[in-house]
């Protein structure tokens, strides 16, 4: 088990070794914690929030990156309570829903984001002096958790169009971070997070830095020029990001010939597929790194794939050779090409409230991936695409069925169909087809300005095409095939 965390608690992972530069610096802020001040500092409140709320109970984080945070996160748990990170950039409804189906009994919150939480929800502001007081409570011991103890929900996109809670304990956490910092190794680095503690790449990436000492740079957004600036200011050794990120970086050519990025040897990009393209590119900016494709879904966790066991080089597009005590199985194909089912430690029970999605992805312990995966002859895994019509966008999960449902709510807009379509910044963009009621009257800019008003940001179509019809398939469906060259076209019109 990783060191420093005997408790066996999520919250209890902080790394003591006295190495001279680990350390975390909250970027919005410019405060830097030693290691040593960020166990104090979280035991602190764990003492807080161990007054405040009875064991298991839920509480919301909805923050941008920074120490309050990351401390909020680590002194959750550490009390016995449980972590619901929420994304602030879903729309105030939905945010009433996961609060609603977690059961959270208050929220943590920047206070810029007070207008999205429901009126008379408990809040407490992480600007506060009330925070203040809780972060000045005597320390406590971490909790050690019984068996199946719950540390965090994690939410995620479903195919209901809700997004849906993933229970995650601590066993399972701690059983894959201590697969990934094995695989890692002990060597100090420098690192920036930067992908939103509310979804499991930047929560993962954090517990990892701080498991094993990194110098750690956390910024609140992301900003390829500001990035890029930080990684060379400070030397940088360690990144790790999505597509989308690494791509808008590439954009940055003017930055990029004045700057020198020599001290980054490693770069993780996951949360969306990897293209060769995209790997061209990281590789120019970041001569010296060796890049990692990064696969892991929330429901299994963040790690299932690492090196070959016998030293053999990973291809650039490969996820990696299955983890000690990961088990996988692929069906609904052949033995080296078709859905992904696996089973470990750090699997979940069930989906938050869903026993039907449960009876359908969950068997014996066994989950369902829904991703498409291919196996080489040296037993590295290839992503190949999803099972079912969601795509990535910037690393958001989109369903076409639910931006359609949003955009005929229009009052102008009689049908609606979104495909998406290939991007060079966000992987892929939705493109919409709108066919208006009649006599109604309607501009694409409105069209898109109603799905930004009434739905998360990253799911508004990118554009919008008018047409008299849909065209209807032999199953009296919407024939989406019909429409994917139009969908391409409409996006290469954007000139992105």
């Keep these: 088990m990783i060191a420093g965390s005997a408790s066996g608690n999520l919250g209890d992972i902080v790394c003591q070794a006295p190495q001279a530069d680990g350390a975390y610096v909250d970027m919005a802020t410019g405060q830097a914690y030693a290691m040593a001040d960020i166990e104090t500092a979280a035991a602190r409140l764990a003492g807080g929030f161990a007054k405040r709320f009875k064991r298991g109970a839920r509480v919301a984080i909805i923050a941008n990156n920074g120490a309050p945070l990351t401390l909020s996160y680590l002194a959750l748990m550490r009390a016995g309570l449980v972590a619901v990170p929420i994304s602030y950039r879903l729309p105030a409804e939905t945010i009433a829903y996961i609060l609603e189906d977690s059961d959270c009994a208050a929220a943590l919150i920047n206070d810029r984001y007070r207008d999205l939480l429901p009126p008379g929800f408990s809040v407490t502001a992480l600007e506060s002096d009330e925070f203040a007081s809780l972060m000045a409570a005597d320390p406590i011991a971490p909790v050690t958790p019984e068996a199946g103890e719950l540390c965090e929900i994690l939410y995620t996109s479903g195919s209901t169009g809700r997004p849906k809670g993933v229970p995650l304990d601590h066993a399972g956490q701690l059983w894959a971070l201590d697969l990934f910092v094995k695989a890692t190794g002990d060597t100090p680095q420098t690192t920036i997070i930067v992908a939103p503690a509310y979804h499991m790449n930047g929560l993962f990436f954090t517990t990892v830095a701080l498991a094993l000492g990194w110098r750690t740079f956390s910024m609140p957004s992301f900003d390829p020029r500001a990035f890029l600036e930080l990684a060379a200011k400070e030397r940088a050794t360690m990144l790790s990001g999505i597509p989308t990120m690494f791509a808008m970086m590439a954009r940055q050519s003017d930055l990029l010939d004045t700057l020198d990025l020599s001290s980054v040897t490693a770069v993780t990009i996951g949360s969306a597929p990897l293209t060769q393209a995209l790997i061209d590119r990281v590789k120019s900016i970041f001569p010296k ?208």
């Design 289 to 496: 790194a060796m890049l990692r494709n990064s696969y892991g879904t929330t429901e299994s966790g963040p790690a299932m794939f690492g090196p070959h066991p016998d030293g053999i080089d990973r291809p650039p597009l490969a996820l990696g050779y299955p983890y000690p005590g990961v088990e996988w199985k692929l069906v609904d194909g052949s033995a080296t090409e078709g859905k992904l089912l696996t089973r470990t430690p750090a699997v979940m029970n069930g989906y938050l409230n869903l026993p039907a999605v449960n009876a359908e992805r969950l068997n014996d312990g066994w989950y369902d991936t829904g991703d498409v995966v291919r196996l080489d002859d040296n037993g590295f895994f290839y992503f190949v695409g999803r099972a079912d019509d969601m795509f990535v966008c910037g690393g958001e999960n989109i369903y076409p069925g639910e931006i359609e449902k949003l955009l005929e709510r229009h009052p102008a807009v009689l049908q609606a169909a979104v495909l998406p379509a290939e991007d060079e910044i966000k992987g892929q963009i939705p493109i919409a087809f709108i066919v208006r009621g009649e006599g109604a009257e309607v501009s694409a800019e409105e069209i898109k300005q109603f799905a930004l008003a009434n739905g998360p940001a990253y799911a508004h179509p990118r554009a919008v095409v008018f047409l008299d019809t849909l065209p209807i398939g032999g199953t009296h469906k919407v024939d989406r095939s019909a429409l994917k060259d139009a969908a391409k076209e409409a996006a290469m019109a954007l000139g992105r």
